[in-house]
C-alpha cells in the first residue's frame, strides 16, 4: 500500500507541475499579448541625405547670389551708360566742365589729353 501513496504522490507532482506551467502559460500570453502586428521601422537619416540637403541648400544660395550679382551687373552697365552719355553731352556742349571733370578724376593741377586719355582707360575697367 505504501508503494501506490509514493506513486499517486509523484503523478499529484507532475500533474501540479503542469497544470502550473499551463497556467502560467495562460498568465504569460493574456497579459504580455504579444503584438502580430510589424514593428514601424525606424526613419534614420543617414549621412548621404544630409549631405544631400546640404548640397541643395547651397545651390539655391548660389542660385540667389547670382540673381543678385546679375541684377547688380545691369544697374552698373545702366550707370556707366549714364555716364558716358553725360560725358559726352559735357564734351560736345560744355568742353570747360569737360575737361574740369578729367582734371579733378585725375586730381591734376592741369588737364591735359594724356590725363583725359588715362581717365577714360580707367573708369572703361
Same mark, same amino acid.
Given at each position: 500500500?505504501?508503494?501506490?501513496?509514493?506513486? %499517486? %504522490? !509523484? $503523478?499529484?507532482?507532475?500533474?501540479?507541475?503542469?497544470? %502550473?506551467?499551463?497556467?502560467?502559460?495562460?498568465?504569460?500570453? +493574456?497579459?504580455? !499579448?504579444?503584438?502580430? +502586428? =510589424?514593428? !514601424? =521601422? $525606424?526613419?534614420?537619416?543617414?549621412?548621404?541625405?544630409?549631405?544631400?540637403n546640404v548640397i541643395s541648400n547651397l545651390q539655391s544660395d548660389i542660385k540667389i547670389l547670382e540673381d543678385g550679382f546679375d541684377?547688380?551687373?545691369?544697374? #552698373?552697365?545702366?550707370?556707366?551708360?549714364? #555716364?558716358?552719355? *553725360?560725358?559726352?553731352?559735357?564734351?560736345?556742349?560744355? =568742353?570747360?566742365? #569737360?575737361?574740369?571733370?578729367?582734371?579733378?578724376? *585725375?586730381?591734376?593741377?592741369? #588737364?591735359?589729353?594724356?590725363?583725359?586719355?588715362?581717365?577714360?582707360?580707367?573708369?572703361?575697367?
Amino acid at each position: 500500500m505504501a508503494d501506490t501513496h509514493k506513486f %499517486g %504522490g !509523484k $503523478t499529484i507532482a507532475i500533474i501540479a507541475f503542469i497544470l %502550473g506551467a499551463a497556467l502560467f502559460q495562460l498568465i504569460f500570453w +493574456t497579459v504580455i !499579448k504579444p503584438d502580430d +502586428t =510589424p514593428s !514601424k =521601422p $525606424t526613419i534614420t537619416e543617414c549621412k548621404a541625405d544630409s549631405l544631400q540637403n546640404v548640397i541643395s541648400n547651397l545651390q539655391s544660395d548660389i542660385k540667389i547670389l547670382e540673381d543678385g550679382f546679375d541684377s547688380r551687373e545691369h544697374r #552698373y552697365e545702366d550707370v556707366l551708360l549714364d #555716364y558716358e552719355i *553725360g560725358l559726352s553731352y559735357l564734351k560736345d556742349y560744355h =568742353p570747360t566742365a #569737360y575737361k574740369d571733370f578729367h582734371r579733378i578724376v *585725375g586730381m591734376r593741377e592741369r #588737364y591735359t589729353h594724356e590725363l583725359e586719355k588715362e581717365n577714360i582707360k580707367n573708369l572703361k575697367l
